[in-house]
């Protein structure tokens, strides 16, 4: 076995010992509280390494959850438009990257988030920091209101994905995506702008 | 190493193997398509020991599924009171089950059924026939229209479930929970008895 085991730039290695440092510093510091500083000490590199290999810490981040797409380049499709079918708009684009190639990457993201608390301190990362709050910040959301409505929005969302795709209920399973972008897009524009106090019995 | 493997009535084994055979026999060919005949054959028992230990066909699946209520108890509070509001009554006793003692048990059968496809057959069976089965036939739904207002109600509770219980996503994982019956109780009640197909954008 003639497996190379230094850090040297250019090995594989190095690369992979980002990963694995960046994974744990997202999980126990958040997103926010980890620095592209401190996952390279903790990977024994340069920080401009990190850079080099990586890009921004956005990009790094992607790169642990093995998310095969930037977020940030479909954001535009949701937010442009009227704002009052944004909750429509959010729901075509969600089922739109479940049911592409890149939806396996979702079911084992969730599988795994599921079973173990570190992914799912990882995936609540990427829901926060990388969807729900750039969707909040170009709605201008009260920010006192945000968290919990996106919460309720990752609700109906992280929902529609398990029985669709993991548990297979159908016939919500193999249900064309405009029957659920009219059946769902009204209940996230609801928990994104509606009045969620409102009396009920 | 004492222990008996004989099939005899009154034996630990008896129960057990009763359970195993009922568990293939319900992922299998589903809840309607198992029979306690066969099961009792699978097992190598006589039906009449199937009833003794577990009583009806329902009380059996609920064992398989190590429910530890009976949600036939239940549902009078769900269907009781204005039909208006049955969707915020339905999003209560969710509610109530989740964070009582009961709670840990549907953890551990989420968690089982998302990465396990045999429990996820299980549970799909249990979620139609014994909980979504009997609201439609109380509230009279179309039936044609059942199947998917029951798979739609699934997705949100399911997510809801998941989100509070086992991402413990904040801050919908301590919100109280009059809080999400206001919050949720609209969608479970659209979904129940709304305009599914209403025009957005």
């Known amino acids: 076995m003639a497996r190379r ?3 040297r730039p250019g090995s594989p290695d190095t690369r992979e010992a980002i990963l694995v440092a960046a ?3 997202f999980a126990e510091r958040g997103f926010d509280g ?22 921004s810490k956005d990009q790094l981040f992607l790169a642990t959850m093995n998310v095969p797409f930037d977020p940030r380049e479909l954001l535009p499709q949701i937010t442009d438009g009227p704002p009052d079918a944004i909750g429509a708009r959010l729901v075509r684009i969600f089922l739109g990257v479940w049911d592409s190639p890149a939806g396996a990457a979702g079911v084992a993201l969730l599988r795994s988030a599921v079973s173990n608390e570190w992914t799912a301190r990882l995936l609540r990362e990427f829901v926060v920091t990388q969807i729900m709050r750039r969707v909040a910040d170009q709605l201008a959301i009260d ?7 996106a919460s309720l929005v990752a609700s109906q969302l992280v929902g ?3 029985v669709r795709h993991i548990l297979k209920l159908e016939p919500l399973a193999s249900t064309a995506p405009e029957v659920l972008v009219a059946a769902v897009g009204p209940t996230v524009q609801h928990y994104l702008t509606g009045d969620l106090s409102e009396a009920v019995g």
Chains 1, 2 share one sequence.
């Open 143 to 149: 920010p006192s209101q945000a968290p919990l409505r």
């Open 23 to 25: 994974r744990q510093a």
């Open 5 to 7: 085991t230094g850090r």
């Open 34 to 55: 980890a620095s592209i500083r401190s996952i390279a000490a903790g990977a024994g590199v340069d920080p401009a390494l990190v850079h080099h290999y990586f890009g």
């Open 160 to 162: 529609m994905a398990t």
